[in-house]
């Protein structure tokens, strides 16, 4: 295998079973270099699994899997990412300034510990024991411990679940700045707005397969349309400008 100038991972006819349970049935997937990608879809939609097999931590039972053109298994492929996962068990009594520097020690040329505070929003929070943290604030710090390696290829598997508006909005910061430097961003969430907010392309799961792929605009686009008739006082001009509403006409009577 060798690493293509443009992909920086792939899927290709990738299947997994557990047990009965088919998690994925033939996906092919490809994220391109300095691309924020979203997996959209339902629980159980096979978003965590193609997670799970870009970063070799499952194996497919059927079709092909690359991390910069090689077995994601490979620590040189593994040194190149960073990683925030739905669920993290980290030593509650560590503080977090400390697995800051455990994390990015494992790393040949990581981020000053300063910088990835700052970028995660966590500056304040150096100095206190990981379990004495909010859910929330938890998050931050995953976020943190993922990006203060400087990977090229970040996995964000629903990042911004238990964050209020606010840090949300600011993780969607980091990851926008992250996105213009150079670094390519695989996002797994539930929201279509998180999806609009971020990504450049957008491939949408369900029961293990790609439904459809593409822009946020272009998916909307394939939606078919509803046709609502009503009585109203409300300007015609007004709505047609509402995001949702492909044109208006009048009728008096």
Same mark, same amino acid.
């Given at each position: 295998? %060798?690493?293509? /100038?443009?992909?920086v991972?792939?899927?290709?006819?990738?299947? $997994?079973?557990?047990?009965?349970?088919?998690?994925?049935?033939?996906?092919?997937?490809?994220?391109?270099?300095?691309?924020?990608?979203?997996?959209?879809? /339902?629980?159980?939609?096979?978003?965590? %699994?193609?997670?799970?097999?870009?970063?070799?931590?499952?194996?497919?039972?059927?079709?092909?899997?690359?991390?910069?053109?090689?077995?994601?298994?490979?620590?040189?492929?593994?040194?190149?990412?960073?990683?925030?996962?739905?669920?993290?068990?980290?030593?509650? %009594?560590l *503080?977090?300034?400390?697995?800051?520097?455990?994390?990015?020690?494992?790393?040949?040329?990581?981020? /000053?510990?300063?910088?990835?505070?700052?970028?995660?929003?966590?500056?304040?929070?150096?100095?206190?024991p990981?379990?004495?943290?909010?859910?929330?604030?938890?998050?931050?710090?995953?976020?943190?411990?993922?990006?203060?390696?400087?990977?090229?290829?970040?996995?964000?598997?629903?990042?911004t679940?238990?964050?209020?508006?606010?840090?949300?909005?600011?993780?969607?910061?980091?990851?926008?700045?992250?996105?213009a430097?150079?670094?390519?961003?695989?996002l797994?969430t539930?929201?279509?707005?998180? @999806?609009e @907010?971020?990504?450049? *392309?957008?491939?949408?799961?369900?029961?293990g397969?790609v439904?459809?792929?593409?822009?946020?605009?272009?998916?909307?686009? $394939?939606?078919?349309?509803?046709?609502?008739?009503?009585?109203s006082?409300?300007?015609?001009?007004?709505?047609?400008?509402?995001?949702?509403v492909?044109?208006?006409?009048?009728?008096?009577?």
């Amino acid at each position: 295998m %060798t690493e293509s /100038p443009t992909a920086v991972a792939r899927l290709a006819g990738a299947v $997994k079973r557990y047990d009965k349970h088919l998690a994925l049935d033939g996906v092919d997937l490809v994220l391109r270099r300095g691309e924020l990608l979203a997996l959209l879809g /339902p629980n159980g939609a096979g978003k965590s %699994t193609s997670i799970g097999l870009l970063l070799g931590l499952i194996r497919p039972d059927a079709g092909h899997v690359e991390l910069f053109g090689v077995d994601p298994q490979r620590i040189d492929a593994r040194r190149r990412i960073g990683v925030m996962l739905q669920s993290s068990n980290l030593p509650p %009594t560590l *503080r977090v300034g400390e697995l800051l520097r455990l994390t990015a020690s494992y790393y040949p040329a990581p981020r /000053p510990l300063a910088e990835s505070a700052a970028l995660a929003g966590i500056a304040d929070l150096l100095k206190r024991p990981y379990g004495k943290l909010s859910g929330g604030q938890q998050r931050r710090v995953q976020f943190a411990l993922a990006l203060c390696g400087r990977p090229e290829l970040l996995f964000l598997d629903e990042p911004t679940v238990g964050m209020d508006i606010d840090a949300r909005q600011k993780l969607w910061a980091a990851m926008r700045r992250l996105v213009a430097d150079g670094c390519s961003v695989v996002l797994t969430t539930h929201y279509l707005e998180e @999806a609009e @907010a971020l990504a450049q *392309r957008v491939v949408v799961l369900d029961k293990g397969r790609v439904l459809s792929e593409g822009s946020v605009d272009e998916l909307r686009a $394939k939606v078919a349309l509803s046709r609502i008739r009503c009585v109203s006082d409300l300007d015609a001009a007004a709505v047609a400008r509402w995001p949702q509403v492909a044109s208006v006409s009048c009728a008096d009577g």
